[in-house]
């Protein structure tokens, strides 16, 4: 009775002082409401107060009380102190909320009648806590200084648990430092699928900074059930059993810091179920593509775990800006199998790179750079390290790669790849069907010797799927520079480039270094056709080789091989390795049998353009010494006497006016037995000199690791001669 009229006289002295806030306490939680939310507050039966259209029953309340505090409308605050937290509302959405505070687990339920949006602010800090909210209604969290250690959980393990389907806004406030933790070790009543987990679609902001510690090895880190967008703020993922970040439908990247590691698997991944990648770029308005867009601020990524991606999606990763920082190691994951699990940078059905700078770590086994079914590159800078070592699955080797797709279009952009595991592929593209024939003994295909060679067999591919394309047509192309120092493992020989489908360089830069035996620099099993750029391959193998064609149809291409052919088609007919409108200056230091241009047979070569060829090397064993092209569309030259190469020396051929056609020169002394010479300008018939000078030519329209083109310079010393066929 005392309680009672305590309350009633309070309430009557409250209604004279408008301008004040009546404080409703109700256990930890208080609700503040002005005078002009109150109305009419009513008793029933001596046993319920109304205010504001909530009911309190009076044996719960501790006080009531009137002070200046300001009511702000929509606000919830949560603030911690260890196990312990304290709850305040605003008035006007106090009949909308169901608010229960067990030591420091706080759950808040939203009335289905709710209508606005209610912002929740989390401070202070709780050693064993929680804050759990459901509803319907959109809502922002707000976290202004919070740390929340869940022990012994309420209603899920989580240290946040948003149940609500909506938008709901993850502000962490400027200038503070934010900490999560959920239970290592709920019960399956309240197993929880993230330490921050939130049903609905989740923005990210603010200027603080958010720590993140998940300890359950069946949760993410931060999870959320529809989209996930994340602008200015800082979120450090430092643990996690699963997940770093794990978002359906998708996850977009604006500006901000986002730092994830010591996680049990991927670090960010996008998932939508059964949704698959289509072929095209959604925009991310479509809420339904499992997509990954990064167009802004500065990722650090960091995987360890079996098969782990540090970014996944089965749809798109779109990347136009900002800065990433992946780093991924780790085994191979072979709980499938017929389908294992390699680690990866990126791992998406499509990977699109417009801008931005991308710089990868790859180490482990057989780890890739980037995995996907297309991979296209407009701009932006990529950048992969990869030292991932090969390992043998059903008795197949398994190298690293650095870009893995089944199709790849490098447009544009800066590209830099460095492989020095064992057996590993810089590029590796297309697809088929693999037979072997021929043969008996050792570890190559079909056997003992290399495919085809003696006492080996041959290898054909078939059902070729796939494209390869550097450059736009007609256009120009990207900087690709791919440095190759790894070894063979088994039959697999290390790459830098290797495409079962056809190569189109249409543009660009290409600088390929490779050091070890097997180790090519551009090969395919079908065609390959160089249309423009400029291109450098330094190689111990072939510097380019394919199954099929060869054609310079444009650009300046320089081969560089010191273990086998400069260039080797194996197309094995007319047209085997032909010169167009392009350029190519190819050769060999090996010595013999290892040729410039290597088709096996000279009459295979053919000549349809104005275009540059110089070559030097030795003739092939067993191949055809034929010093004649069929329909030579401009005058060449094979010449099988020894020309004695001498590095610091810069050889000119020109006419017998002095005009120059073609200047080269070579970084080595060299001798050369067979050697093709072809320039625009050259006529059957007439004679051509080779003289030389000691220092290059003054002015080249092309000057290209010692292919100079479009130089009037002539030079002094007489070297050799030819009359041109």
Known sequence: MKKTFALLLTVSLWTTISAQTLN??????????????AGDMTFDNGQTLTIANKEYTLANINQIYIDDSKVTDDAVAVVYNGKSAKVRVAGNIAQYLTVTVNGAHVGIEQSEDLEQEITYTLSGAADDGE??????????????GVSITNVTPVWSGAAIYIKNGKRIDISVKRDTENSLTDCASP????????????????????KGTLNVYGTYSQAHAVKTGEYMTFKNCTLNVLSAGLDGVHASQFFLMESGLLSIGGVGYDALQAELDGATYTGTTADHEDEDTGNIYIEGGELSLTTTAKGAKCIKSDSIVVVTDGKLTINASGSVDTTDSTDPSYVAGISAGKFEHDGGTISMTIKGTAGRGVKATDIVTNGGTLSITNSAGATTISNDVKGAKGLKALNIALNAGTIDITMSGAAGKAIRCGDGTQSSSGGGGGGWPGGGGWPGGPGGGSTTWTNITGSYSQGIEGGTGPTLTVNITGAASGSSSAKAIKAICDIYVYGGITEVTTTKSGAEGLESKSNIYIEGGHHYFKCYDDCINAKGKIFFNGG???????????????????????????????????????????????????ITGNGYAVSAGAAQVGGSSSSTITGASQGYAFLTSTLKYQNGRYYTISDANGNNLVTYNFPVSLNSTLSL??????????????KYNTSAPTYAETSWHGLYLGSATTAATSFTSFKAK
């Not at 409703?24 to 002009?36: F, P, R």
């Not at 080797?568 to 032909?578: E, H, L, M, R, W």
């Not at 096996?600 to 053919?606: R, T």
Request: charged share 15%; aromatic share 10%; proline share 1%.
């Open 131 to 144: 804050f759990y909210m459901r509803g319907s209604y959109k809502a922002s969290v707000e976290l202004a």
């Open 187 to 206: 019960s399956e009543a309240v197993a929880h699928k993230g330490c921050l987990w939130v049903k609905g679609h989740a923005e990210f902001k603010g």
């Open 677 to 690: 010479f072809t320039a625009k300008g050259m006529v059957s018939g007439s004679t051509y000199y080779i």
């Open 556 to 606: 300046a291409t320089v081969c560089y091989s010191t273990g086998n052919d400069a260039v080797d088609s194996n197309a094995g007919t007319k047209g085997a390795i032909t010169i167009g409108n392009g350029a190519v200056l190819a050769y060999t230091t090996k010595g013999s049998p290892e040729e410039g241009l290597d088709c096996d047979n000279n009459s295979y070569i053919q």
């Open 24 to 37: 409703v306490e109700v256990g930890d939680v208080t609700y503040l409401i002005s005078a002009a939310q």
